[in-house]
């Protein structure tokens, strides 16, 4: 087999640079057939042995996004997902043995597989972002680590340490990975190779797990430590639902992230986790929410000023989300009495998702109460949610529009009124789409972006490029899609959309649930 994944370089220092380029790829995936390739360029390195290497990658999106999901769909069987497990555990025990230094130079996104490489690394080197990039999201597809990740996690940074990035799935930003020890060190973009070379010839102690948290691996700690984590892990999901995080914690508590026998077990218990019902739903799910990030034109106009216009539970949650995401926002009711409540709402959610107490201040600052709608007037988007009467948003959007810049976006957030009948005010129809969100909008992914039959492509773009900019999937319909269907796809666990709609149908089936306005008023 040709090589054309990976690629090397040795320069006048006698280290070795290891570029890391998927072939026809946005980003870099851990295929089996990258994987073979890294085994043979392993193999030419402990031929020829440099100074040390460093891997990196050829690839601007980030390091390496994990492993290739595709080939998951492929096991049928515990005993096809052992094999392939295996491969991959074998490549990084050989790359963690090479008796040289070995440092991984991280430029971004570096998850599941990719840190677990990272791991099998002498040293971490990352570039710094203030993103969250380094993870361990394994658990969101019903597994857990299996290229060794859930014993280097351990031995790296701790159990505690270790099982939270495992159980939850949460990346961290690089500042906190080396807060907690995970990586060595952080670099920006134009001394990353120099940093990488340091490393190479001052050869630092590796990492290792405090003291304390090597305590807790102990034989005699781990039955205590183990209680303390079941019982967490309990309160969040069942066993018989979500297997993977139990597996995790047995693992850990039958081994102490110690010796092959650790490895062995790893992808022992991988393999069945594979091939249960919930690994194969989540792993359905991933690639719907993969196809519903692809929407919308990659080159639509940036959303910067939003201009939410109803501040109620809707609304307001709406205003406050896209502050905390970024945009400038202005909030619109009819009184301030009526916006309080929803500043209020965002002042808890802020102080919830920013830890820091400056960025929070800034979050703040960008949601602003505009009672007398001014910021209609500089706003790129402008959503209507107040309450569902045909008479009273038409009269909005009249008033709006004589407000609006050019080229502005105007969205209804209406779960139960057609867009044909909202639009036959509106001047330019074909402009005007649905964004509608779920309630809670802190916590549900999916927000419909409608449409009717002769919406303008470019304002649909603008609108799902907007619903990915603020963190959630955009799924593009005629109307929107009925619930049972929703809560199927894994993408929203709500069963009270006001109207139902299916997709790609052309109007409203007029079906109510609920007497009570999206607004919550």
Known sequence: ??????????????????????????????????????????????ADPPRGVVIYSGKKTGFIMGADINEFTQIETPEQGYALIRQGQQVFDR???????????????????????????????????????????????????????????????????????????????????????????????????????????????????PFVERLLSSSIARPFIRNVLLKQVARKARKEHYPAPYAMIDLWSRFGAKGDVAYEAEAQSIAKMMCTETSRNLVRVFFLQSKLKSQGAKDAAKIEHVHVVGAG???????????????????????????????????????????????RADTTARLRADVAGDGAAEADLIIEAIFENLEAKQALYKDLQAKMKPGALLATNTSSIRLEELRTVVDKPERFIGLHFFNPVAMLPLVE?????DTEREALDIGSGFVKEIGKLPLECHRQTAPRVRERAGLCRQSNPGALYRRGAGTCRGERSSGRDRSGR
Not at 315 to 336: F, P, S
Not at 449 to 453: L, P
């Open 1 to 46: 087999m040709s090589e054309r994944h990976w690629s090397s370089e040795r320069d006048d220092d006698n280290i070795v640079w290891l570029k890391i380029d998927k072939q026809d790829t946005d980003v870099n995936v851990l295929a089996a057939e990258v994987l073979m390739e890294l085994n043979d360029e392993i193999a030419a390195l402990e």
């Open 313 to 359: 539970v809707m609304g307001g949650d709406i205003a406050a989300w896209c502050a905390l995401r970024g945009n400038t926002v202005t909030l619109q009711d009819r009184e301030m009495k009526y916006i309080e409540p929803a500043l209020e709402r965002a002042a808890k959610l802020f102080s919830k998702r920013v830890r820091d107490e400056a960025k």
């Open 449 to 453: 972006v409608i449409r009717c039959a």
């Open 95 to 209: 790359l963690e043995a090479l008796p040289f230094p070995t440092v991984a130079a991280i430029n971004g996104f570096c998850m599941g597989g990719g840190l677990e490489l990272a791991m099998a690394c002498d040293y971490r080197l990352v570039l710094d972002t203030d993103k969250r990039i380094l993870g361990l999201p394994e658990v969101q597809l019903g597994i857990h680590p299996g290229f060794g990740g859930t014993v280097r996690a351990v031995r790296i940074v701790g159990v505690r340490p270790a099982m939270q990035i495992q159980l939850t799935g949460a990346p961290l930003a690089p500042r906190k990975a080396l807060k907690i020890g995970l990586i060595d060190k952080i670099s920006d973009a134009e001394g990353w190779r120099d940093a990488a070379r340091k490393l190479v010839s001052s050869k630092p102690p590796k990492r290792r797990a």
